[in-house]
């Protein structure tokens, strides 16, 4: 059973950084594209960052400039610096990786559990 683990997240002060880890474990064959994506409270779930497996990132308006998605491939892992942080950035985080699945022979969509990261003024 493949699983997503997400890590980094925390309290930080309007301004600060931190580093989102996300690492997929189990019986992995390929890995199609990777994100992050954060629901605020109250709010649905959005998209933050993906990158494919080529390394091809794209970013929601909100975090252009601020945001560095990365992975590495060997590792099974995805990235996600988040730089000049603002108060309304404060949501769970969760990772998300497209998987290939034998039995289907196709790549699904997994989700990790999430990180909070709370941004205070």
């Known amino acids: 059973q493949v699983q997503l683990a997400e890590s980094g997240g925390g309290l930080v002060q309007a301004g600060g950084s931190l580093r989102l880890s996300c690492v997929a474990s189990g019986t992995i064959y390929s890995i199609n594209d990777m994100g992050w994506y954060r629901q605020a409270p109250g709010k649905q779930r959005e998209l933050v960052a993906r990158i494919t497996n080529g390394g091809k990132a794209n970013y929601a308006d909100s975090v252009e400039g601020r945001f560095t998605i990365s992975r590495d491939n060997a590792k099974n892992t995805v990235f996600l610096g988040v730089n000049s942080l603002k108060p309304e950035d404060t949501a769970v985080y969760y990772c998300?990786?497209?998987?290939?699945?034998?039995?289907?022979?196709?790549?699904?969509?997994?989700w990790g559990q999430g990180t909070l990261v709370t941004v205070s003024s």
């Open positions: 998300k990786a497209d998987i290939f699945d034998i039995d289907s022979a196709r790549y699904l969509g997994v």
